[in-house]
């Protein structure tokens, strides 16, 4: 068993864009206009289009407004600077799977242990099954609502 989840992490980690340490994932519900600007295959017109649509709930919102004019690939390209947080304990299957590099093994996991009372919670969790970096930037993806 441990096998296959060793197995898994490693083909997650190989899966996943790099992230550089420098590069902060931005919410596009709080990003400035210039800040959208400078995300990979934003043009104005879609930068204009994700301010107009504010505030965008989930991360399939902005996947609706960028679908229009962007390919999946782009898309995923996208996703790895510029993300709408997710509840991780109310997000989708299809939220949870817009993040790059994201399988439904690993979606699954997410889901495995809500609720989640505290990200301190979901690093340990999902630290059993990928490495402190992998942990590191999918927290940079999600977060647990106050109580």
């Not at 083909?11 to 800040?35: G, Q, S, Y």
């Not at 301010?51 to 790895?80: G, M």
């Not at 690993?106 to 990200?119: K, L, Q, T, V």
């Amino acid at each position: 068993m441990r096998f296959v989840f060793l197995a898994f992490a490693a083909a997650l980690a190989v899966a996943a864009p790099a992230h550089a340490a420098d590069t902060a994932l931005i919410n596009p519900n709080t990003a400035t206009e210039a800040d959208l600007a400078r995300v990979p295959h934003l043009t104005p017109a879609l930068v204009q289009a994700i301010i107009a649509k504010r505030p965008l709930e989930t991360p399939q919102a902005l996947d609706a407004v960028l679908a229009k004019d962007l390919s999946a690939d782009q898309r995923k390209q996208t996703y790895s600077r510029m993300f709408v947080p997710l509840n991780l304990n109310t997000a989708t299957l299809d939220d949870i799977m817009l993040i790059p590099g994201m399988s439904r093994r690993m979606a699954a996991e997410f889901r495995e242990y809500r609720p989640y009372r505290s990200i301190g919670q979901f690093r340990h969790e999902i630290g059993k099954y990928v490495d402190k970096t992998e942990v590191k930037r999918l927290e940079s993806y999600v977060f647990v609502p106050a109580k």
